[in-house]
């Protein structure tokens, strides 16, 4: 069985400051990790995934997240947070080589940018 | 270089009403999945589809959801005898074999 956990459904930073959103997982395979974006009246957009090769992976927009298997987690950082950077981050994991990658979501973190 | 395209955008209906939603994927992608997002929730499995096989319909909540996708490209979720607990987000993603999944815009379903 597998699980997000997305710790903080609201997260508020200053424009210029780091971003930091949690996210722990629970798998009884290897997991795939996802982290999504939604703009409003927009769809998902995949921002970065972890499919088992580099622990630290680089995404669109400045973001990245590390991959840390002892503390089953999946944190979404980007140093300096900009205006446009305010909208909804899921994360979400798969399972590694499995017949389905169907993907398990986190219930969402909402990202306010104060100018 | 379409992306992945559901219609309706949105969709009011009277409860005891079936709708059809529908989800046109990205062309070429193999794999189509379709998810139901609740107000303040993520985005939840209902079923997905390789080519014209269904291979996983676990997520369905009963039987008055069904999909299809007859000819391997476009899907069709219905719903029977809709009820007010089916308003929702309704989304469709489409992906390469055991690939990254592409979500269309989703489409807006509110049941009164």
């Known amino acids: 069985a597998q699980s997000v956990t997305q710790l903080g459904s609201h997260v508020s930073v200053s424009e210029g400051a780091l971003v930091l959103l949690r996210c722990n997982y629970s798998?009884?395979?290897?997991?795939?990790l996802f982290w999504y974006v939604q703009y409003p009246n927009q769809g998902l957009q995949l921002l970065l995934k972890?499919?088992?090769?580099?622990?630290l992976v680089k995404g669109i927009n400045g973001f990245e997240a590390e991959f840390k298997k002892s503390e089953t987690s999946f944190h979404l950082t980007k140093p300096s947070a900009h205006m446009s950077d305010a909208a909804e981050y899921f994360c979400a994991v798969s399972g590694y080589g499995g017949a389905t990658n169907k993907l398990i979501f986190g219930t969402g973190t909402l990202l306010a940018v104060q100018p | 270089g379409a992306g992945v395209s559901q219609s309706p955008r949105y969709k009011v209906t009277k409860r005891g009403q079936d709708v059809a939603l529908r989800c046109d994927p990205i062309?070429?992608?193999?794999?189509l999945y379709w998810y139901r997002q609740a107000l303040g929730q993520g985005p939840e499995f209902l079923t997905y589809f390789n080519y014209e096989a269904q291979q996983d319909k676990s997520g369905l909540p009963n039987d008055r959801f069904s999909a299809e996708r007859p000819e391997g490209s476009i899907s069709t979720l219905t719903i029977q005898r809709t009820e007010q607990r089916d308003s929702a987000m309704y989304r469709c993603a489409s992906s390469l074999v055991l690939d990254t999944q592409y979500f269309g815009p989703g489409t807006r379903l509110t049941v009164l």
């Open positions: 972890y499919t088992s090769a580099a622990t």
């Open positions: 798998s009884s395979v290897p997991p795939y």
């Open positions: 062309s070429g992608h193999v794999s």
